[in-house]
């Protein structure tokens, strides 16, 4: 099992050409031959999401996919959230909120929310609560990383109503 | 050397110690730049791949290794032959002579005792190519009988039984306590096999510089100054030979930075293979070959008076400690038996705890070890007594607690060298009533009363705990100013992701006069000073914020004496506010920042005058006392009668602890730390066939909490007792969440179905509420 592929892996908007073999996970890929290694890995059997990715628009297990099999779509990691210095909303509200202590789990649950949120920002509390009990957390207890997603979900939306609202 | 402190001031009175300010940790982190192990890489590095035992106790007859070495890519196939100049995995202190047959050798020689145990290690090219070699290891062997149960012995070689150690405490005239009994009430307890799972599974990069003779072990974590004095010995390297690094990391626990074998094969493996070697531990790995812990099972005794006073108790345990002794020897025996009676006063006590090797992962340390199984036992046997004597639960602890009056209370043992726990401060009474009034229990009863009324299986439970931290015996911090005036911190401690750089830089900026966010704080590394005491038992804020406190305040003197001479200003005419020395109350006047005071101690420099050139300062702190924070926890559980699953609706923490260097990592660490205990009380167990083959070996089996099984969580942190033996009053924070969980479900639980007594074994899970259901229906 040792033939190499040339693939091509869009990353936050910046494209990595790579020779992989066709069994190394999208996750291994993503880090070791994309250098992006923000993105972390837990389990490697789908259960604690650490690897969570947005891949076209839809959080996925990073480690339950080949790198094959991402060639040609869009990859979102969470080295793509902040903008220059300015963070995402869910990262400064995972800062202000306490939301992570050793800090492993984050970039996959804040991937998670990030989704959840740009696919339907009106989402109901119930409805975010089932998304984020996909991914574990050892450290929190979790309410704080409820907390800063509820608080970046309201921030989003004003967010969202200031720019509609302002004159051009 | 010991010698009271006097209270220090309250959160209001100061800048930022005391407050809940935002960590410096975090922007790394949720931008994705935190360097944990596996982010550690190094150019023309090997990757490890551990062969591990698939029996659990097997006469290792021949390894053929010859298939995976003639894989393409594979460097080297190492066994026990291997390096047999390898000393077994040490003890990190001096233990009992009779532990050390029991040590883990690095590689398996002559048997294996565990499915995991490693038996060879291949070295390869690429971590795929590895595993494959890894795979093409033929271990031939021929089995041994297993020993599954730790109240069966066993042999664990020719001349050694499974029963390496039996520990005693005991203290007090016990049978003269039995004989006056009004009530004797005895109970058997059993404490599943569970443990810290970090997120982040454990590495080990190795990396040798020859150009240097230095040896390098990345991934670090923990204790890592303690590490290398092991390596240091096992190894035979000199001291500056050989450093410890460590980055992010994943979660600690207590079980991640332990010393393991696999740090010991990538040291090894990069000096004799000359290139960097990198392991990074799966997940399957890690719940098989990390620590386990926990598994103990209680045979308990209490004699009472009519009044429900504990004129003695007696404890006959069996610690299950899996296949090998490692690092911490007995340690977990001994501190379950010396904190079981907690904050009640005992007439008599006698506890006989027989440390046992059974044919699982080896067992250490976790978050609160032999206290969340302790209290468990202790709080189990106080709702039992209160049951028997028809007495309140809460009544009967507070006629047993010990008196706030009576403190310092030392409790001292009988046995040479069984260490004596002295309470330094408190009133457990006094926190009890805070308790019950903060969280309005009595509401919260009557609520549950109305419910059950309305045929709710819902109950309550409660448990009171104390809690250690700070063991000294002493450690040290540098602090420098830069000529940009930023501080570097410089510290023998560590960072398991608990926010400690935030903590010793609220420590260092109260006590300089800087903003706490410019302060770079360095930690796990063995290179930037020679000693330290890392991250357990809650020691960290205690130990090292006690140095760096002492480091700051001698750094300001200094400071302050250089800007008096440049300013022409008496010295306590002077304060230092936002790393700018100014004259004291007033806007005005002439100023001079920290940097630039660095910059006019240069060497060479004329305002010298033949002091050493540099704004810095080293000091230390020494204490030859731990500390005790303690604290009341309360449940309120839900059972669902039929399938046997139990909702925990809440669960609330009263905790003092002297001083709060952080109220908002502080709430994280109790709160993460109770949910951990939910885990161990309903969830979390690792289960083995009989045979010893590991049944929870996926996140599939083992099962942590996620979010739909954590319930709200309220803290209320108590300052009114600052310990006097350190002088910032601070008591350990990190421990205390989880220490009263597993006692506390147990007890609602017990409520819920009107079943006094009923949870006799940790965790709940439905199967076990449903059979204890069963009997009832069956023998109601």
Known sequence: MTEKLDITLNINGRNHAIRVEARKTLVDAIRDDCGQTGTHIGCEHGICGACTVILDGEAVRACLMFAVQAQGKKIRTVEGLAQGDKLHPLQAAFIKHHGLQCGFCTPGFLMLAVNALERNPEIGDEELLDVLSSNLCRCTGYQNIITAVRAAAAEMRRGVLQQAGAPA | ?780
């Open chain 2, 1 to 780: 050397m010991t010698h009271d402190h006097p209270p220090p001031p309250p959160a209001a009175d100061r800048k930022v110690l005391g407050h809940p300010v935002p960590r410096i940790e975090d922007r790394p982190l949720v931008t994705g730049h935190g360097l944990y192990a596996g982010d550690v890489s190094f150019p023309h590095q090997l990757h490890m791949r551990i062969v591990r035992a698939t029996n659990a106790h097997a006469r290792l007859v021949a390894i053929d290794t010859a298939a995976a070495r003639a894989h393409p890519g594979v460097v080297a196939v190492w066994t026990a032959d291997d390096i047999a100049d390898v000393p077994p995995i040490d003890f990190r202190d001096p233990s009992a002579a009779v532990l050390k047959p029991y040590r883990q050798p690095v590689l398996a020689r002559g048997r294996v005792r565990y499915v995991g145990d490693p038996v060879a290690a291949v070295f390869a090219e690429d971590p795929y190519v590895a595993e494959d070699a890894a795979d093409l290891v033929e271990a031939k062997v021929e089995p041994l009988p297993v020993v599954m149960d730790a109240h069966e012995l066993g042999e664990f070689e020719t001349g050694h039984g499974t029963e390496p150690t039996v520990v005693r405490h005991s203290f007090g005239d016990i049978d003269a306590a039995f004989a006056k009994a009004h009530a004797i009430v005895d109970l058997e307890l059993t404490c599943g096999r569970h443990s810290g799972v970090p997120m982040e599974t454990r590495g080990a990069i190795g990396r040798y510089d020859a150009a240097r003779d230095v040896l390098e072990l990345h991934g670090a974590a923990k204790v890592p100054h303690r590490n290398k004095e092991t390596l240091v010995r096992m190894l035979g390297r000199r001291p500056h030979g050989l450093h410890l690094f460590e980055g992010a990391t994943g979660g600690g626990f207590g079980i991640r930075g332990e010393l393991y074998p696999e740090d010991v094969l990538v040291l090894l493996a990069a000096m004799r293979l000359r290139r960097p070697v990198k392991w990074i531990e799966d997940r399957r790995e890690h719940l098989i070959a990390a620590n386990h812990s926990r598994q103990q099972h209680h045979r308990v005794r209490a004699a009472v008076d009519a009044q429900g006073h504990l004129l003695g108790i007696t404890d006959e345990f069996f610690h299950d400690q899996g296949a090998y002794v490692r690092t911490h020897g007995a340690r977990v025996v001994g501190r379950t038996m010396s904190m079981l009676t907690g904050p009640y006063k005992v007439g008599a006590y006698r506890a006989v705890g027989h440390f046992r090797l059974t044919n699982k992962t080896p067992a250490a340390t976790y978050r609160a070890p032999g206290r969340y199984e302790g209290t468990f036992v202790r709080e189990r046997l106080m709702d039992a007594i209160a049951q028997r004597l028809g007495i309140d639960g809460i009544e009967l602890r507070r006629r047993n607690l010990i008196p706030g009056a009576a403190m310092p209370y030392t409790v001292a043992f009988d046995e040479p060298g069984a260490e004596e726990l002295i309470l330094d401060s408190g009133d457990f009474s006094a926190l009890l009533d805070k308790a019950l009034v903060h969280f309005k229990w009595r509401d919260v009863l009557a609520d549950v009363t109305r419910r059950r009324a309305a045929g709710e299986a819902v109950g309550t439970g409660m448990a009171m705990f104390v809690e250690e931290s700070g063991r000294g015996p002493a450690d040290g911090a540098k602090i420098s100013v830069d000529t940009d005036g930023v501080v570097e911190v410089v510290t023998g401690g560590a960072s398991v992701g608990q926010g400690f750089a935030t903590a010793m830089a609220q420590i260092c900026a109260e006590a300089l006069g800087v903003d706490y966010q410019s302060i770079r704080v360095v930690h796990g590394r063995t290179d930037r000073i020679a000693y330290g005491i890392g991250a357990h038992a809650a020691r960290a804020t205690v130990m090292t914020g006690g140095a760096v406190n002492a480091t700051a305040l001698a750094l300001r003197a200094k400071a302050l004496q250089y800007a008096s001479e440049l300013l022409q200003t008496p010295a306590d005419a002077l304060d230092i506010l936002d790393g700018v020395v100014r004259r004291r109350g007033g806007e005005g006047g002439p100023s001079i920042t920290l940097g630039e005071i660095a910059a006019r101690v240069k060497p060479g420099a004329e305002l010298l005058h033949g002091r050493e050139p540099g704004l810095s300062a080293e000091a230390w702190f020494h204490t030859d006392h731990t500390v005790f924070p303690y604290g009341a926890q309360f449940a309120v559980v839900r059972v669902d009668r039929d399938t046997g699953h139990v909702t925990v609706e809440r669960l609330m923490i009263a905790y003092e602890v002297g001083r709060a260097v952080n109220p908002m990592m502080l709430d994280g660490q109790l709160v993460g730390g109770a949910i951990q205990g939910v885990g161990g009380a309903l969830l979390e167990e690792f289960t083995y066939d009989h045979d010893g083959e590991p049944l929870s070996a996926t996140f599939a089996d083992y099962l942590t909490p996620t979010l739909r099984d954590a319930p709200p969580v309220d803290v209320l942190i108590a300052e009114d007792f600052p310990s006097p033996r350190n002088p910032l009053g601070l008591k350990g924070g990190g421990e205390g969440g989880i220490n009263a969980v597993g006692a506390v479900i147990a007890s609602a639980i017990d409520d819920a179905i009107d079943m006094p007594g009923a949870v006799t074994r940790l965790p709940v899970t439905p199967q076990r509420l449903r059979e204890i259901l069963r009997r009832e229906a069956a023998h109601p």
